[in-house]
Protein backbone atom coordinates (compact mmCIF):
# COMPACT_ATOMS: atom_id res chain seq x y z
CA UNK A 1 0.00 0.00 0.00
CA UNK A 2 1.37 3.40 -0.73
CA UNK A 3 0.95 6.44 1.37
CA UNK A 4 -0.08 9.99 -0.42
CA UNK A 5 0.96 12.92 1.92
CA UNK A 6 -0.20 16.22 0.65
CA UNK A 7 1.33 19.10 2.14
CA UNK A 8 1.34 23.14 1.18
CA UNK A 9 -2.33 23.75 2.20
CA UNK A 10 -3.04 27.35 4.10
CA UNK A 11 -5.28 30.21 4.56
CA UNK A 12 -4.05 33.16 1.87
CA UNK A 13 -5.87 35.89 0.36
CA UNK A 14 -7.09 36.20 -2.57
CA UNK A 15 -4.99 36.95 -5.63
CA UNK A 16 -2.69 35.03 -4.00
CA UNK A 17 -0.48 31.74 -4.50
CA UNK A 18 -0.12 28.64 -3.10
CA UNK A 19 1.85 25.43 -4.13
CA UNK A 20 0.62 21.98 -3.44
CA UNK A 21 2.68 18.67 -2.89
CA UNK A 22 1.64 15.11 -2.52
CA UNK A 23 4.85 12.70 -1.64
CA UNK A 24 3.92 9.50 -2.34
CA UNK A 25 6.07 6.34 -0.47
CA UNK A 26 6.24 4.24 -3.55
CA UNK A 27 5.62 4.26 -7.35
CA UNK A 28 2.73 6.05 -8.60
CA UNK A 29 3.02 6.24 -12.02
CA UNK A 30 2.33 2.62 -13.76
CA UNK A 31 0.39 1.74 -16.42
CA UNK A 32 -1.92 3.95 -17.71
CA UNK A 33 -1.61 5.82 -14.25
CA UNK A 34 -3.21 9.09 -13.59
CA UNK A 35 -2.48 11.01 -10.33
CA UNK A 36 -4.97 13.85 -9.59
CA UNK A 37 -5.58 16.64 -7.37
CA UNK A 38 -8.94 16.48 -6.67
CA UNK A 39 -11.10 19.22 -3.76
CA UNK A 40 -13.97 18.96 -1.84
CA UNK A 41 -15.92 22.19 -0.35
CA UNK A 42 -18.04 22.35 2.59
CA UNK A 43 -21.47 20.76 0.92
CA UNK A 44 -20.40 20.03 -2.19
CA UNK A 45 -19.34 16.94 -3.86
CA UNK A 46 -15.41 16.38 -4.72
CA UNK A 47 -14.47 17.26 -7.86
CA UNK A 48 -11.12 16.56 -9.78
CA UNK A 49 -8.89 19.87 -10.55
CA UNK A 50 -6.14 18.72 -12.68
CA UNK A 51 -4.53 15.29 -13.53
CA UNK A 52 -0.94 14.60 -14.92
CA UNK A 53 -0.66 10.84 -16.64
CA UNK A 54 2.39 8.62 -16.24
CA UNK A 55 3.61 10.11 -20.14
CA UNK A 56 3.26 13.54 -19.03
CA UNK A 57 0.21 15.08 -20.16
CA UNK A 58 -2.05 17.66 -18.09
CA UNK A 59 -5.21 18.60 -17.97
CA UNK A 60 -6.70 21.21 -15.67
CA UNK A 61 -10.68 21.84 -15.41
CA UNK A 62 -12.00 25.06 -16.84
CA UNK A 63 -12.41 27.27 -13.24
CA UNK A 64 -8.93 26.85 -13.05
CA UNK A 65 -7.45 27.01 -16.19
CA UNK A 66 -5.04 29.87 -16.66
CA UNK A 67 -4.20 29.71 -12.82
CA UNK A 68 -3.46 26.66 -11.60
CA UNK A 69 -0.68 24.47 -12.84
CA UNK A 70 0.00 20.78 -12.20
CA UNK A 71 3.52 18.99 -12.79
CA UNK A 72 5.14 15.65 -11.85
CA UNK A 73 8.87 14.11 -10.71
CA UNK A 74 8.50 10.12 -11.80
CA UNK A 75 11.34 9.66 -10.30
CA UNK A 76 11.01 11.61 -6.91
CA UNK A 77 7.01 9.99 -7.11
CA UNK A 78 6.01 14.04 -6.26
CA UNK A 79 2.99 15.71 -8.22
CA UNK A 80 2.85 19.39 -7.43
CA UNK A 81 -0.19 21.92 -7.98
CA UNK A 82 0.70 25.47 -8.37
CA UNK A 83 -1.73 27.77 -7.40
CA UNK A 84 -2.18 31.23 -8.27
CA UNK A 85 -4.85 34.02 -8.43
CA UNK A 86 -6.81 32.10 -5.94
CA UNK A 87 -10.26 32.78 -5.64
CA UNK A 88 -12.78 32.86 -2.47
CA UNK A 89 -14.24 29.76 -4.30
CA UNK A 90 -11.24 27.77 -4.19
CA UNK A 91 -11.82 27.42 -0.65
CA UNK A 92 -11.52 23.89 -0.31
CA UNK A 93 -10.18 20.58 1.30
CA UNK A 94 -7.17 19.65 -1.72
CA UNK A 95 -6.93 15.63 -2.16
CA UNK A 96 -4.20 13.89 -3.91
CA UNK A 97 -4.93 10.60 -5.77
CA UNK A 98 -3.06 7.79 -7.82
CA UNK A 99 -4.32 5.46 -9.64
CA UNK A 100 -3.18 2.88 -12.17
CA UNK A 101 -2.08 -0.33 -12.48
CA UNK A 102 1.36 -1.92 -11.06
CA UNK A 103 3.98 -2.27 -13.70
CA UNK A 104 5.39 -5.37 -13.00
CA UNK A 105 2.00 -7.35 -11.51
CA UNK A 106 -0.13 -5.24 -13.06
CA UNK A 107 -2.66 -4.91 -10.32
CA UNK A 108 -4.95 -1.95 -9.86
CA UNK A 109 -4.75 0.59 -7.55
CA UNK A 110 -6.67 3.73 -6.38
CA UNK A 111 -4.89 5.66 -3.33
CA UNK A 112 -5.88 8.47 -1.51
CA UNK A 113 -4.08 11.30 0.53
CA UNK A 114 -5.43 12.89 3.14
CA UNK A 115 -6.54 16.27 2.22
CA UNK A 116 -4.91 19.19 3.02
CA UNK A 117 -6.98 22.27 3.95
CA UNK A 118 -7.09 24.98 1.05
CA UNK A 119 -8.66 28.58 2.47
CA UNK A 120 -8.80 31.97 0.05
CA UNK A 121 -10.06 34.78 1.87
CA UNK A 122 -11.94 37.36 -0.03
Known amino acids: QVKLVESGGGLVQAGGSLRLSCEAS?????????VGWYRQAPGKQRELVAG???????NVVDSVKGRFTISGDNAKNTVHLQMNSLKFEDTAVYYC???????????????WGQGTQVTVSS
Open 97 to 111: NAKGRMSVSGAVYDY
Open 26 to 34: GSIFGINAM
Open 52 to 58: ITSGGRT
